[in-house]
């Protein structure tokens, strides 16, 4: 299986900030990486497709970049609505494996 | 506007079969999409359960290959899941959603149900 380790596991960060979220894979995959947002209670909500791609209707201050084994998610400046957990997940081979999350709180 | 549903028992006992249908409104499950199943543990990360095509393919996982059963349901719009020999560790919310394959053979669950928990107790 495609190991996901992201860092940090979690984050305390204020309205304004610039968030910057990684995601390694124990091998290379490409750009077969997508990042979900999830709230609590709430499904998961694709933000970032094949690592840079901005899925429609997600605002322009999410960015991803990577390729290989290293990717990263960043939100240029932080709203309040984008307190939440993040996952990176792989879509190269099977057994479709996600990162163990990212929370971002309020600092 | 895709929506998916996940409907089922809320609680199975021990031992048992767990059993989930998701619904689709808005798109065809007789599509080139696949179909899949995901869930979480309370507190807990994500994990991809399965896969299936609207052929009746499937992708499974290797960690609940022998436990898992989905099927395909094209005159309803549904897919289903059933997971046997249930224990307390499989208590969570199971989601399912939509793969999607887009023009340059990229996958990314793009569409979700708003998750079902079940637990498993006696």
């Known amino acids: 299986d495609i190991q996901m380790t992201q860092s940090p596991s979690s984050l305390s960060a204020s309205v304004g900030d610039r968030v910057t979220i990684t995601c390694q894979t124990s091998e290379d995959i490409s750009n077969y990486l997508n990042w979900y947002q999830q709230k609590r209670g709430e499904a998961p909500k694709v933000v970032i497709y094949g690592a840079s791609s901005l899925q429609p209707g997600v605002p322009s201050r999410f960015s991803g970049s990577g390729s290989g084994t290293d990717f990263t998610l960043t939100i240029s400046s932080l709203q309040p609505d984008d307190f939440a957990t993040y996952y990176c997940?792989?879509?190269?081979?099977?057994?479709?494996?996600f990162g163990r999350g990212t929370t971002v709180d309020v600092k | 506007q895709v929506k998916l549903q996940e409907s089922g028992p809320g609680l199975v006992k021990p031992s048992g079969t767990l059993s989930l249908t998701c619904s689709v409104s808005g798109a065809s499950i007789d599509s080139s999409d696949l179909w899949s199943w995901v869930r979480q543990s309370p507190g807990k990360g994500l994990e991809w359960i399965a896969d299936i095509y609207h052929s009746g393919d499937t992708n499974l996982s290797p960690s609940l290959k022998s436990r898992v059963t989905v099927s395909v349901d094209k005159s309803q719009n549904q897919f289903s899941l059933k997971l046997a020999s249930v224990t307390a560790a499989d208590t969570a919310v199971y989601f399912c959603?939509?793969?999607?394959?887009?023009?340059?053979?990229?996958?990314?669950?793009?569409?979700w149900g708003q998750g079902i928990l079940v637990t498993v107790s006696s």
């Open positions: 959603a939509r793969l999607m394959l887009d023009y340059d053979g990229l996958y990314y669950f793009d569409y």
């Open positions: 997940q792989q879509s190269s081979d099977l057994p479709r494996t």
